[in-house]
Nanobody
Framework: VQLQASGGGLVQAGGSLRLSCAASGRSFSSYAMGWFRQAPRKEREFVAGIGWSDRNSNYADSAKGRFTITRDNAKNTVYLQMNNLKPEDTAVYYC?????????????????WGPGTLVTVSS
């Protein structure tokens, strides 16, 4: 599956953004999806993941209560709604696809990655 993330940009602290990740291919619904981010000079880290349906999702502690991951299998798209953004959320955000139903916190568990979209949060 090929992935393309979009929706990044510059936002003030406290603001919101919604990232989208469009997937190509007919088997999108058979992949668990994840959002990761990588800030300068830091390792890539898990943000949120979602299984085959909206009923199975999980979040990094830093994202809980502020971010929401959803998917629309009819549109082959996964979303990350980010509210109450903070300067420490500044990073390149990547979507990733993992074969199978369950998500993972580990980047190496994911089979396909999109090119990333930059989110910058100003203070």
């Amino acid at each position: 599956v090929q992935l393309q993330a979009s929706g990044g940009g510059l936002v003030q602290a406290g603001g919101s953004l919604r990232l989208s990740c469009a997937a190509s291919g007919r088997s999108f619904s058979s992949y668990a999806m994840g959002w990761f981010r990588q800030a300068p000079r830091k390792e890539r880290e898990f943000v949120a993941g979602i299984g085959w349906s909206d009923r199975n999702s999980n979040y990094a502690d830093s994202a809980k209560g502020r971010f929401t991951i959803t998917r629309d299998n009819a549109k082959n798209t996964v979303y990350l709604q980010m509210n109450n953004l903070k300067p420490e959320d500044t990073a390149v955000y990547y979507c990733a696809a993992k074969a199978g139903s369950g998500t993972s916190y580990y980047p190496t568990s994911y089979n396909s990655w999109g090119p990333g979209t930059l989110v910058t949060v100003s203070s």
